[in-house]
């Protein structure tokens, strides 16, 4: 039987007993190799520091350029001392989403429990840069002054209540797409063995063979883009947290 969903359930590594905090899964083995993975990208990739750099320091430092720049542009100079915590960010989910595509492997980031715990740290970051930055004046962010009056007080309330959906929505997109992503292509993938056995297997094949192909390719800028969509939100939050008036 064909269980489309079966990649994403969560199983301790040794036996199959009940799941502690504290016990091993394939959740936390995946999250392991994704952290030396960037470690073996930034530590030993770039040891050399050549002028003529190899492949593995130019992406290095294409990504770290690429989050740079972005974090300058969108929450401004003051925001470059929170540059380290966002390339973290951006490189642990852009890596922990193209794992995922690995046959047999683990999305961390396609469960809730791991974008949320990454968004909830975005949400109480931001909101604590905010008041320790801007004190009571921070609430300002919530306050349309430009709106006539009569309608400041219904703003505030919208605003307040977008503002603590933030965590929410910027989790549960990142989840979402994983989620539905990679079982898309689980679900291709399990047609093959059927088309195959099939009396047409033989004419429909290569047919079927393309779809899987464009379905991956598909995935794999979707990995890309929800990793550059949850850092490029995250600066936004943090841009109104430092300049809550602008």
Wanted: include cysteine; charge should be neutral; proline fraction near 6%.
């Amino acid at each position: 039987m064909f269980h489309p969903m079966e990649p994403f359930k969560i199983h301790p590594l040794f036996g199959d007993g009940p799941i502690h905090w504290y016990t091993p899964t394939n959740a936390t083995l995946w999250m392991a190799i994704g952290v030396l993975a960037i470690a073996l990208l930034l530590v030993v990739g770039t040891r050399g520091r050549a002028i003529v750099p190899s492949r593995i320091q130019s992406i290095a430092e294409l990504a770290y350029g690429f989050i740079h720049k972005m974090v300058e542009d969108v929450a401004g100079k003051d925001g470059l001392k929170f540059f380290p915590y966002i390339f973290t960010l951006f490189l642990f989910i852009v890596f922990s989403n193209f794992l995922g595509l690995i046959p047999m492997a683990f999305t961390p980031t396609s469960h809730i429990a791991v974008t949320g715990v990454l968004a909830l740290a975005v949400f109480l970051t931001v909101t604590i840069v905010g008041f320790v930055k801007n004190g009571a004046s921070f609430l300002g962010l919530f306050w349309v002054s430009s709106a006539p009056l009569i309608l400041r007080p219904i703003l505030a309330v919208i605003e307040v209540i977008s503002y603590f959906v933030r965590p929410v929505s910027h989790s549960i997109r990142l989840a979402g797409n994983m989620m539905a992503g990679h079982a898309v292509i689980e679900v291709f993938a399990g047609f093959a063995p059927l088309i195959l056995m099939s009396a047409i297997g033989i004419a429909v094949t290569p047919l079927s063979v393309l779809a899987i192909t464009a379905m991956y390719g598909l995935e794999m800028m979707v990995a890309f883009i929800q990793a550059y969509v949850f850092t490029i939100l995250t600066c936004v939050y943090l841009k109104d947290a430092l300049h809550p008036h602008h």
